[in-house]
């Protein structure tokens, strides 16, 4: 499994229109080969945070999005909102145990 967290930050005013974009394209992205979870959460300090988590079968999966339209949208419309530079993290993870 591959998991990608995303931390960036908007201007508190553009952060509800930053979210609906995330929200909308997640139904795009969650119906991706290979992806397992995409989450899209507001920060609760500053009132300008946003966090993406997403999971995916393996790397390739994770490059396919990368490649995809839906990223390059939401590049063109949430990039343009961020106050600095996003911070990425790619993590190789095995699931252990699934309790539910």
Partial sequence: ?????VD???T????????????AEGVV?????GNLAFRVYAGREGGGGVTIVHEWED??????YLGS?????????????????????RFRAELVESVG
């Fill in 59 to 64: 790397e390739g999966a994770l490059g396919g």
């Fill in 69 to 89: 339209e839906a990223f390059a949208r939401m590049g063109e419309v949430v990039r343009p909102m961020m106050v600095d530079v996003p911070v990425s993290r």
């Fill in 12 to 23: 508190p005013a553009d952060r509800p229109a930053a979210l609906a974009h995330l929200d």
């Fill in 29 to 33: 992205v969650r119906g991706m080969p």
């Fill in 1 to 5: 499994m591959f998991i990608a967290i």
């Fill in 8 to 10: 960036f930050r908007t």
